[in-house]
């Protein structure tokens, strides 16, 4: 149980374009869900917390309207990032949890962007 | 605010050997920890975690991990390193709030972990 994945686990995309990454829990229903950013060889950086139904929360720092989250359903969240620059390129991680006891999160496997 | 401090970013041991990561923490309440591993290109998984119960904890795969506040610590250990436990280890800390914004984690740098054998 408490499995979730993301797709793509890999891309490449050309500078100026826009990429969508999707976020699901395939046995649960997460109320929250988080987005985080890890450079190689560094920690995992919390982008923004987005619960079903309103606008994510986002961490200082972190361009809203360029990283577009959109959690529409109980086991989906999905993170856009538009007009891809190389300095986007990393490692995306979701996680989602299960209520707002303070639990553990589930991770997903991860996707890695390279943007050319 | 909190903060982890993962000391060493490389550790590596012999198999059979004893695993020690170490892990500090700050936060001005009382926290939640975790321990997650990671392998090479993929997310994260739970070893264990503390929320205020007994304060050794048994995790999966053979680690444990003591919390002492009086050191602000929790650190890693395993008695006897296998190679497949070669990986990438954080330790995270997080609030005890509740409601939909709040029980952030907040990660250290991590450790690699090389198992020589």
């Known amino acids: 149980g408490a499995v979730v994945s993301q797709h793509p686990s890999r891309v490449i995309c050309k500078s100026g374009t826009s990429v969508k990454i999707e976020c699901r829990s395939l046995?649960?229903?997460?109320?929250?869900m988080f987005w985080y950013r890890q450079f190689p060889k560094k920690s995992l950086m919390l982008m923004a917390t987005?619960?079903?139904?309103?606008?994510?929360?986002?961490e200082q720092g972190v361009e809203k309207d360029k990283f577009l989250i959109n959690h529409a359903s109980l086991t989906l969240s999905t993170l856009t990032v538009t007009s891809a620059h190389p300095e986007d390129s990393s490692f995306y991680i979701c996680?989602?949890?299960?209520?707002?006891?303070?639990?553990?999160?589930?991770f997903g496997p991860g996707t890695r962007l390279t943007v050319t | 605010a909190q903060s982890v401090t993962q000391l060493g970013s490389h550790v590596s041991v012999s198999e059979g050997a004893l695993v020690l990561l170490r892990c500090n923490y700050s936060?001005?309440?009382?926290?939640?920890l975790f321990w997650y591993v990671q392998y090479p290109n993929q997310g994260l998984q739970l070893l264990l975690k503390?929320?205020?119960?007994?304060?050794l904890v048994k995790g999966i795969n053979g680690f444990e991990a003591e919390f002492k506040k009086s050191e602000t610590s929790f650190h890693l250990t395993k008695p006897s390193a296998h190679m497949s436990d070669a990986a990438e280890y954080f330790c995270?800390?997080?609030?005890?709030?509740?409601?939909?914004?709040?029980?952030?984690?907040?990660f250290g740098a991590g450790t690699i972990l090389r198992v020589k054998s």
């Open positions: 936060s001005s309440v009382p926290p939640y």
């Open positions: 046995d649960f229903q997460a109320t929250t």
């Open positions: 503390y929320t205020s119960a007994a304060t």
């Open positions: 996680s989602a949890r299960v209520g707002t006891t303070p639990s553990e999160q589930y």
């Open positions: 987005s619960n079903e139904g309103s606008k994510a929360t986002y």
């Open positions: 995270a800390v997080s609030d005890r709030s509740r409601g939909e914004y709040g029980n952030k984690l907040v």
